[in-house]
């Protein structure tokens, strides 16, 4: 089993920045694999943020791109998201995925308000 520990959500005025981080704390990570962000307002499904597998190919979903920037390291089992002009609609509580021989597993989310 895969735990996945994420950091970095907060309080942030629109047009700030947050940085998120996640790490694979516990359990045994395969190659290839894709790690990710997803997130979840009140009231909404949970969607896909940013995503990148093990061989470095990003997928953005269209609301983020040009503002947020994901990153990983592979020999650290890590991944980053990095969210520049956030506006009030970025306000979710953040998941890490992990997808890894088609098994999810997720974190267990950080917050994220952005709010004056």
């Known amino acids: 089993q895969v735990q996945l520990v994420e950091s970095g959500g907060g309080l942030v005025q629109p047009g700030g920045s947050l940085t998120l981080s996640c790490r694979a704390a516990?359990?045994?990570?395969?190659?290839?694999?894709?790690m990710g962000w997803y997130r979840q307002a009140p009231g909404k499904t949970r969607e896909l943020v940013a995503r990148?597998?093990?061989?470095?190919?990003?997928n953005y979903a269209d609301s983020v791109k040009g503002r947020f920037t994901i990153s990983r390291d592979n020999a650290k089992n890590s991944v980053a998201l990095q969210m520049n002009s956030l506006k009030a609609e970025d306000t979710a509580v953040y998941y890490c995925?992990?997808?890894?021989?088609?098994?999810?597993?997720w974190g267990k989310g950080t917050l994220v308000t952005v709010s004056s």
């Open positions: 995925n992990l997808l890894q021989r088609d098994i999810n597993y």
């Open positions: 990148m597998t093990s061989g470095s190919i990003t």
């Open positions: 516990s359990g045994v990570i395969f190659r290839p694999n894709v």
